[in-house]
């Protein structure tokens, strides 16, 4: 990092380590002031006009300086190949700065999207079911595929599964950390947010040495939903953190989206509720896709009744009318008759096929002639 970048990002990490001044102070003193470094040489009685800034707060901004803690924590970032992004940036992303109380700046690794690129959160349960892992990567390998970033946390589960999911489609994806980027958490993500890094970003507004405590994480998520045109909720308990992602959603006049889940399983008992409030019900990408204003990709006009497309990952070994037989089953069983429907295939001929996929192990009857995708499908990919 050049010496005058560094000498005119200081002045921002020295006034948000103030103890006192948060998000939504440091954006009213910018506001009245011009520069972080407008704010640390205002006289005194300039400062006490601003609503919040009482003179035991003054005083220790006045003693507040431009120090060699900025100058060791900019040096240790560039080494681990990092940067801070500030609001006065233009990778700053842009619908970040809309919230009441944005971060006044990002550490970064990796590379923030360019502000046309629209973004969707997606998040849910660490404890995530097989269904729940699959449909979100499904779900984020074709939201990629339509050219959206993908928003999510890093968590165990369906955090990880969007990552993954986002990746596998060729897209980007930002991971929003409740730690510093010195200390990825949880541990066993560190090789998956290496890979995010080279196709997107990994992001935190916390030091890189701060750990990943209780108190980071619902902070962390409004930045996740700020950036992100709505959130995707899958798989959430009543008293599940997404949940706070979703309602941070809604006072940011973001979309909220939930994928339904099994009516017996309390894992979707916080998806169900918040379908029953008013979030839009997602089956399939078109879902999210019409109320962002992005076109539908190709891979989801078969749950528009069409005739289904082509898989965005090709099965290896497969041939095309087997692989599209395979793209109009799910994790959920159907019956061969929906298939036929659906399909326009003689039903002799379905069901021929339906045992020829059933011993490749794509497919697994269930009883009374209904089928389902198995788990292979998404391996495979």
Known sequence: MNGDRADDIRPWMALAATPGIGPHLFRRLLRRFGTPADVLRAPREDLLRVEGMGPRLVDRLRRQEVAGDQAKELAALARQGGRLVTQADPAYPPLLLEIPDPPPFLYVQGQLPAGG????????????TPYGL????????????????????????????????ALQGGGLTLAVLGSGLGHIYPVENRPLAARIAQKGAVISELPLAAGPDAHHFPRRNRIISGMSLGTVVVEATRRSGSLITARLALEQNREVFAVPGSVNSFKSMGTHALIQEGAKLVTHVGDILEEIGRPAAGAASAAHGGHPAALPHPLPGLPPEEQAIVAALGPYPVHI????????LAPGLLAGILLRLELKGFVQQHPGDHYSQTARCLEDR
Do not use: M
């Not at 690129?117 to 995530?128: H, K």
């Open 117 to 128: 690129l629209p973004a969707v959160a997606v998040v849910g349960s660490r404890n995530a």
């Open 134 to 165: 699959e449909t979100t990567a499904r779900l984020c390998r074709d939201l990629a595929a339509a050219g959206v970033a993908v928003v999510s946390g890093l968590a165990r589960g369906i955090d990880t599964a969007a990552h993954e999911g």
């Open 337 to 344: 008759d929906h298939l036929v429907r659906q399909l326009g």
